[in-house]
């Protein structure tokens, strides 16, 4: 008994071995690296020298990254309960069809995730163009005029943010459909005994249910949220930087267009920092509802 | 029998390095060409590699344009993985020397292949000096011009007896032109890229300097002093073409081309390298005459921007270049100069003076009338923010950019945009 105990102790050490060692030599070291180079004024590859917290104190009294921590909430909160109620939706909806309809529909919601970032980015270019883009007449009708969404200062974060809706919002929908398959058919029978109406059983019943799925949801898009970069760096494409500066992109340009390494693993640990705060809060908050 | 085996290897080893020095030398060259300026220089490298197939080679490689090769020029050559030579904007040379990318270019290096300063523009061989040692060697002379629609302006009278356009000097004349054109039936008068901050920077360093302000005085500080309201009155100037319908608004490049070579744009401003579009398309018989000249002289004298294609040795850490490799580099450079009219044909114009005044570049068209933009060029500032995709950029795109298309007050717009940029310096 106790000889099987310790083997399978060892065997299950064996087993996690290999994605310890590649964790710790793909992530933990490159962390701490990073650490240590937020401390020095080196260039993005090279020695530098050790200038101890100056990065940080610089990095306090920086305009440009409070705008992109700013632009990069601003994302946020365009972007992750909108993608979660959207989801919600399109889930109850397609869970009410049945046979080959069902995946029919759920196949074309899902279709736009499989696409990569490159694609999204120019499909939606074209659409929105000034001279030929679909988009134009309905912008046309609101704006008066033909308007080039990812030039236009107050547009360009509302406009990604529904490009992003789009693109991701097929993921969401397999989760919350998984949950809803999950839910009993005979609780809601019951339910419609007892003169439940429709929106009362959602209310009592679905949402309940449905709840612990919404918070891996939430949770899941506001990391990937937090962490946006790729559609913002595409459709700015030269044009304007400040609106869309979010905070990988701010990064992207410390390392990659001035050259200051240092300082860009500076903002990393921020960006580090801002995630598992705002995750650690979410989570206590949506645990503290689910608790009721 | 381990220092036999020990002494066997270095002697070898020196054997091979010797009998190296006299086989043939490779060259590793990295550049960020495309379009019609990649095809000639795959052209010229072809050359190059048929005239000296027992002594050198040249392998080149092509990289992403902006901000992946000058990334990639620094982190390799930090690590001793860079190439031998490669193209480097002279614009983007503080950031270079700042962070150690690029070696110093020696006299004895320039004598060995017969070159000096003497062979090119003063100011064009002092921009790829800093404090006193020289990093590059200029390779042309690239700028933005005015293509122009020959029928259009001639229906509208601005061509002078020449044959040349006229009545384009000066804030008035040239608005006047312009509705002279829209009045001729033309959608534009001028077609320019409105929504890009490259082309933007462009039109207004030379119009700045045209007014005898600066980007960044002698202090390193941008915009002091009334070079604020000069650049406020190159904004205004813009946008007002814009709020007009002089000017399309919102517009990328691709779609401004578009505009001028339809016929829907009289004029149109971008840089000389679109030369072999025009060319190529008008010799198969799908283009109207067209032109293209130096900008006009907006305020009291003339300017354009410019910048120029150089070469530089990156400094790769660790990897000393041997003397014959050097040797070749240098050999490399001092070629492509010499042979640079077909670069030419790509509409820039040739650094080396010897290829700028023969009588075959003097008869090359449209470029022997822009040619003279040269003498009157304006450089970026020698900063590690300006240059070719660099914060200047990013700062014109944030704030002029909306100011010409009416999304900002224009005085404001650049009051941040002065503001922006003070606060990055170091």
Redo the contacts between chains.
């Keep these: 008994m106790i000889r099987s105990r310790r083997s399978e102790i060892t065997w299950a050490l064996i087993l996690v071995a290999p994605f310890v060692a590649a964790y710790l030599v793909l992530f933990i070291w490159p962390t701490i690296q990073m650490v240590l180079l937020s401390f020095t004024d080196a260039?993005?590859?090279?020695p530098g020298n050790w200038i101890g917290l100056d990065n940080y104190f610089e990095m306090f009294e920086d305009?440009?990254f409070k705008t992109a921590v700013v632009n990069t909430g601003y994302f946020v909160l365009l972007t992750v309960i909108p993608n979660t109620l959207v989801g919600l939706l399109i889930a109850i909806g397609v869970n009410r069809l049945k046979g080959w309809q069902q995946s029919l529909v759920l196949a074309l919601f899902f279709l736009p995730y499989i696409l990569p970032v490159s694609v999204v980015y120019l499909m939606w270019n074209w659409m929105f163009d000034?001279?030929f883009g679909i988009m134009q007449g309905p912008l046309t009708m609101i704006f008066g005029k033909p308007?080039?969404v990812f030039?236009?200062?107050w547009l360009f974060m509302p406009a990604v943010a529904l490009v992003t809706i789009w693109w991701t919002c097929g993921f969401n929908i397999l989760l919350f459909l998984a949950g809803l398959r999950s839910i009993s058919p005979e609780i809601y029978e019951a339910a419609s005994l007892d003169n439940a109406g429709r929106f009362k059983q959602f209310f009592r019943i679905t949402w309940p249910l449905i709840w612990p799925v919404t918070a891996l949801v939430l949770t899941i898009q506001l990391i990937l949220q937090l962490k946006i970069f790729d559609q913002v760096y595409l459709f700015v494409q030269?044009?304007?930087?400040?609106p869309s500066m979010v905070l990988v992109q701010y990064i992207y340009?410390q390392?990659?267009?001035?050259?200051e390494g240092g300082y860009a693993a500076t903002i990393s640990v921020a960006l580090f920092v801002i995630i598992i705060t705002v995750s650690v809060l979410q989570y206590t908050a949506l645990r503290a509802r689910g608790a009721k | 029998m381990k220092k036999f085996i020990k002494i066997a290897l270095l002697t070898t080893t020196a054997a091979m390095l010797s009998f190296g020095a006299q086989a043939k030398e490779t060259v590793v060259w990295w550049d960020f060409l495309s379009g019609g300026d990649g095809v000639r220089m795959k052209a010229l490298i072809e050359k190059f590699n048929a005239e000296h197939a027992d002594t050198i080679e040249i392998q080149p490689t092509t990289l992403e344009w902006g901000?992946?090769f000058?990334?990639k020029a620094?982190?390799s050559a930090?690590?001793g993985e860079g190439p031998d030579v490669m193209t480097y904007h002279l614009s983007r040379m503080p950031?270079g020397i700042?962070?150690?990318t690029l070696a110093e270019i020696t006299a004895d290096d320039l004598a060995g292949v017969g070159l000096s300063g003497d062979n090119f523009a003063a100011s064009n061989w002092q921009a790829a000096q800093a404090d006193g040692k020289q990093y590059a060697v200029p390779f042309d002379i690239h700028s933005v011009i005015l293509y122009y629609n020959k029928d259009k302006l001639a229906e509208a009278g601005l061509i002078g007896d020449n044959g040349l356009p006229t009545g384009l000097d000066g804030v008035d004349n040239f608005n006047a032109a312009l509705e002279k054109l829209q009045a001729a039936g033309t959608q534009y008068g001028v077609s320019i890229h409105s929504?890009?901050?490259?082309s933007q920077w462009r039109i207004f360093l030379g119009l700045l300097a045209q007014q005898g302000g600066e980007f960044m005085d002698a202090n390193g500080e941008f915009l002091s002093g009334d070079n604020l309201d000069k650049a406020v009155n190159v904004t205004e100037l813009v946008a007002s073409w814009v709020a007009n319908g002089q000017a399309p608004?919102?517009?990328?490049?691709a779609?401004s081309i578009a505009l001028f070579t339809s016929g829907e744009a009289a004029m149109h401003i971008n840089g000389v390298w679109e030369v072999p579009t025009m060319t190529d398309l008008h010799a198969k018989g799908e283009l109207f005459e067209w032109g293209a000249i130096q900008l006009p002289t907006f305020y009291d004298k003339p300017g354009t921007w410019a910048d120029s294609h150089s070469f530089v040795i990156p400094n790769n850490?660790g990897k000393e270049q041997t003397a014959e490799k050097r040797k070749a580099v240098m050999e490399v450079i001092a070629w492509m100069n010499k042979n640079s009219i077909s670069w030419a044909n790509a509409g820039h114009i040739p650094a080396y003076t010897a290829v700028r005044e023969s009588e075959e570049f003097k008869n090359m068209q449209p470029n022997a009338v822009y040619s003279t933009l040269a003498d009157t060029a304006v450089f970026d500032p020698q900063s590690?923010?300006a240059g070719v995709?660099?914060?200047v950029y990013?700062a014109v795109?944030?704030?002029m950019?909306?100011a010409i298309?009416g999304?900002m007050e224009a005085r404001q717009a650049i009051e941040e945009m002065r503001d922006?940029l003070n606060?990055?310096r170091d």
Excluded: M
Excluded at chain 2, 195 to 198: E, I
């Design positions: 260039p993005l590859i090279g305009r440009r000034t001279q308007t080039h030039r236009t200062t030269g044009g304007r930087a400040d340009n390392a990659f267009q001035k050259s | 901000v992946p000058y990334s620094q982190t930090a690590i950031l700042s962070t150690g929504a890009a901050a490259d608004e919102q517009t990328d490049y779609a850490v590690k923010l995709a660099s914060p990013d795109g944030n704030y950019v909306p298309n999304e922006d606060d990055q």
